[in-house]
């Protein structure tokens, strides 16, 4: 017995001293995770259970020239009920009326309202959705509601803010106009004014501290955010809405009359650069037609003949020939290589000048004369293509730009037709907008200037940033090949092939472009053309430049030049612009006197005043012209009878005071 004793305390010492291990053993655990791993466990508790979540700052507005709205940010506010948060009395005291409101706001029945907040009580959802899209106006009325009103932890109200951005104007210019997003991999992408001037439109997020709550929802700890967010800049465009909607649907309108698959339209003030309107079109699958690819921006193709400026003014420029140097068109058909040059008018032009040969836009005329002088050193051609800047991108602010190509010399691609066949518009590649940059530039008497769409960053009334006119080239050639140039511009639209746009009321200048396109694909099987307008307005001292391309236009009545299909559109804009817009002419000193009108004035006056008034015959006239007649001499009529005067009471010729009534007798 004695030795069963021993054994059982021998037991109980054994389980203590276990026990006491155990204690040692968390003590040093809990003593570890006090002060040696406290913090980390600390720290993924609250990381778990609170959060900080971004709050996006509110993008900057960007506006037009002209003050209107293009692109905004507006609030987007979502409102939910944390039915666990009021207690009892409030919420029985005040859920019937916040039902009577959230009726009468949201337009559904207070039934509905009052069933689905007791639903949520009691099954203690505590992220029910009360309302989304909720205006900035909207959410303050719920905010104000009885309940809501006590706040997050009386009230349960919590609310959720976003922005979204809306283009108050529509889909005019929306390209331009563009967007910022975010791929599917996440990766940040955009496109237009929003993409390029992010970094002045965006501001600086805010974060909100929120608390994990069932079901894996979020709500916030408190009505304050941890940092506010800083609203972005303005940027102020330099597009005009009334020229961006007088384009917009005068391309729209050709687009749809020649049901052509896509177009682009590009207005810009000469002197400065400005891009006053762009329009960008494309056909959907149900024929309609919407913004879509930047096509003045993006694509370079071809030109076709709107590039036969740059061989007139590198051929005066280096004085190789002038524009009444005589060339034989050969009956419309000339031969390099095998290939043919045609000319778009059957048998040709005869034997014409150089100067003409442009304004009819003969292709066996323009490429005789850049082949024959610069066959021998093409580079030489080819250098001042360079100079003037077409082998390589604007440089635009604007994401997309197009490349251009320009074949040179002793490279791979150099051919023996690689000279003839870009000197009427083949073989090189261009974007609209580039080509307008270069008409601009003989527009503005040879100053190039770049394409300029944004103006000023402001913050309010605060001018951030201002962007001034950026000179590409100073002088792209000279000022006696300018004058040439501008001439034979204005004389293509008086009486070559852009004559049918030609008013003698209302000047422009400018080339037509009708170039093949996919000439070259599956052995022609795709050819389609692209019609084209370039030039400016008025022809003297010129205002704005623009350029209309529309691609496949249909060819049903075989009329898909460019002066069919673009060159209305250019003429459309133009004259609306100049008709249409409100003068802003101001008159100076006004009622500033002149010393001569003012004698001039008094003598006449005065020598009025002594005229006597004479009865005039009125006899034979109608009654009514008669009493008309002397009632403007201020005497008093009556007549008898009707219609032409027989006799007068008083003879013609007598004086007369302006109180004497004359009688009249009619028959």
């Not at 207690?87 to 039934?111: H, Q, R």
Request: proline share 4%; charged share 25%.
């Amino acid at each position: 017995m004695a030795v069963e004793d021993k054994n059982i305390s021998y037991r109980i010492y054994l389980v203590a001293f276990v026990i006491f291990l155990m204690a040692i053993a968390i003590a040093v655990k809990l003593t570890n995770i006090q002060w040696v791993e406290g913090d980390y466990y600390r720290k993924l508790a609250k990381e778990r259970t609170v959060k900080n979540f971004v709050i996006p700052a509110n993008k900057g507005n960007i506006y037009s020239a002209d003050g209107s709205m293009l692109a905004t940010s507006i609030p987007n506010y979502e409102i939910r009920f944390d039915a666990v948060a009021p207690k009892a009395f409030a919420f029985e005291k005040n859920v019937k009326s916040l039902s009577d409101s959230l009726s009468i706001l949201l337009g559904k029945p207070k039934g509905f309202f009052l069933n689905e907040f007791r639903k949520a009580r009691a099954n203690k959802n505590r992220y029910y959705l009360v309302a989304r899209d909720l205006s900035y106006t909207e959410y303050v009325k719920i905010k104000g509601f009885p309940l809501f009103n006590l706040g997050t932890y009386k009230g349960g109200i919590i609310v959720q803010q976003e922005t979204v951005r809306e283009h108050p104007i529509g889909k005019i210019a929306e390209r331009t106009i563009g967007y910022e997003r975010k791929t599917p991999s996440g990766t940040p992408d955009g496109k237009g004014i929003e993409w390029a001037y992010r970094k002045y439109l965006n501001g600086k997020d805010g974060k909100i501290l929120k608390q994990k709550i069932a079901k894996g929802q979020w709500k916030p700890i408190r009505d304050v955010n941890e940092v506010d967010p800083q609203d972005g800049y303005d940027v102020i465009s330099t597009i005009d809405v009334f020229i961006q909607d007088i384009a917009h649907h005068a391309l729209l309108k050709q687009l749809t009359d020649y049901q052509a698959e896509h177009g682009c339209v590009v207005v810009m003030e000469t002197k400065t650069g400005q891009i006053k309107a762009i329009s960008n079109l494309g056909r959907a699958g149900d024929g309609s037609y919407y913004e879509t690819t930047n096509y003045a921006i993006a694509e370079s193709h071809e030109p076709g003949s709107t590039y036969k400026l740059v061989d007139l003014m590198t051929l005066l420029e280096d004085k190789k020939v002038d524009t009444s140097a005589v060339f034989d068109s050969h009956g419309g058909i000339i031969t390099y290589s095998g290939k043919a040059v045609r000319d778009s008018h059957k048998g040709g032009y005869g034997k014409i000048s150089l100067a003409r040969g442009f304004e009819v836009s003969s292709n066996t005329v323009m490429v005789q004369a850049v082949y024959n002088n610069y066959k021998s050193n093409p580079a030489e051609f080819v250098n001042h293509i360079n100079e003037y800047g077409l082998n390589k991108c604007l440089g635009l602010p604007i994401k997309g730009e197009g490349l251009p190509y320009v074949p040179q010399p002793g490279d791979k691609n150099w051919s023996n037709l690689s000279l003839p066949w870009m000197a009427f518009g083949y073989g090189v590649s261009i974007t609209p907008l580039q080509t307008l940059t270069f008409y601009n530039a003989v527009a503005n008497n040879g100053v190039m200037v770049k394409p300029q769409f944004v103006s000023e960053i402001k913050e309010w009334n605060r001018t951030i940033k201002k962007y001034n006119t950026q000179v590409i080239n100073q002088k792209v050639c000279s000022q006696e090949t300018i004058l040439k140039l501008q001439a034979v511009l204005e004389n293509t639209v008086k009486r070559g092939t852009g004559a049918k746009l030609y008013s003698k009321d209302f000047s422009m200048a400018g080339k037509t472009g009708t170039a093949q396109v996919n000439y070259a694909k599956n052995g022609g099987s795709e050819k389609y053309y692209a019609s084209s307008f370039v030039g400016y307005f008025p022809a003297k001292k010129p205002k704005y430049s623009c350029i209309v391309v529309v691609h496949k236009p249909s060819t049903a009545n075989n009329n898909y030049y460019g002066a069919d299909v673009a060159g209305p559109v250019f003429k459309r804009i133009a004259q609306k612009i100049f008709t249409d817009a409100p003068s802003t002419n101001e008159i100076k000193n006004i009622d500033r006197k002149i010393l001569k009108q003012e004698n001039d004035y008094d003598t006449y006056f005065a020598k009025a005043q002594k005229q006597s008034l004479s009865v005039p015959n009125v006899k034979g006239m109608s009654g009514m012209d008669a009493v008309a007649l002397l009632g403007n001499l201020g005497v008093k009529v009556k007549t008898i009878g009707i219609g032409k005067v027989k006799k007068q009471s008083i003879q013609p010729g007598e004086n007369l005071d302006k109180n004497t009534i004359i009688t009249l007798e009619l028959s």
